[in-house]
């Protein structure tokens, strides 16, 4: 069975310092791994995802998530957070049938 | 491109009042198409998934239903709504794959906020 495991509930950052979101991942085959947005009263926007290429993946807003198969983690990392990041993150897995298996979520809090 | 509508964006209703939220999804043919209820402070909970016209499962057992009477169509209702109904609700499309898992991400609409009094 598949699952995700966030590992913090809440992060809080100031403006311009890095950003780290944690993300653990159990699959008993290689996995597809998502990263996704969500904004106040929004849709879910897609981040970034992994399927078995590349195991440093870019993003959208300067994102990347670097899967770690012996970690068995897919952190979500930024250099320079921006007050427009403040939002909930969730880190995904694909799972056996047509459907997601979503984490719990990170609220990402941005200080000036 | 795709494009995913959902409608309407806020609903306030009654308890005992029927609910239907409409869910449209432009440029793609034969996606599969998602319905999810996020509670306050919750995640996600999927509701119901089709894979093709008239295709409906059911994920948990509740007083909503869903219907697909055309191929980018998903409708979402209940005869009776309960206060328990309240929530987030999230449409979302992915595209067909021939992989199984599925490497194809979901792609979300901006939802629909219901509030049940």
């Known amino acids: 069975a598949q699952s995700v495991t966030q590992l913090d509930s809440h992060v809080s950052v100031s403006e311009g310092t890095p950003v780290l979101l944690r993300c653990n991942y159990s699959s008993s085959y290689s996995p597809s791994l998502f990263w996704y947005v969500q904004h106040p009263n929004k849709g879910l926007q897609l981040l970034l995802k992994?399927?078995?290429?590349?195991?440093l993946v870019k993003g959208i807003n300067g994102f990347e998530a670097e899967f770690k198969k012996s970690e068995t983690s897919f952190h979500l990392t930024k250099p320079s957070a921006h007050m427009s990041d403040a939002a909930e993150y969730f880190c995904?897995?694909?799972?056996?049938?047509?459907?997601?298996?979503f984490g719990t979520g990170t609220l990402l809090a941005v200080q000036p | 491109s795709q494009t995913i509508h959902q409608w309407p964006a806020t609903l306030v209703q009654p308890v005992g009042s029927p609910l239907s939220l409409e869910c449209t999804v432009e440029g793609t043919s034969n996606p599969n198409l998602y319905w999810y209820r996020q509670a306050a402070g919750r995640g996600l909970q999927l509701l119901f998934y089709?894979?093709?016209?008239?295709?409906i499962s059911s994920e948990v057992p509740q007083n909503l239903s869903a219907s697909r009477p055309q191929d980018r169509q998903f409708i979402l209702s209940s005869k009776k709504l309960l206060l328990s109904d309240s929530g987030f609700y999230l449409c979302a499309w992915r595209g067909r794959t021939e992989t199984t898992p599925s490497n194809q991400p979901q792609h979300f609409g901006d939802g629909t906020r219901l509030s049940i009094l």
């Open positions: 089709s894979v093709g016209i008239g295709q």
């Open positions: 992994y399927t078995s290429a590349a195991t």
């Open positions: 995904v897995v694909s799972g056996a049938t047509n459907k997601l298996i």
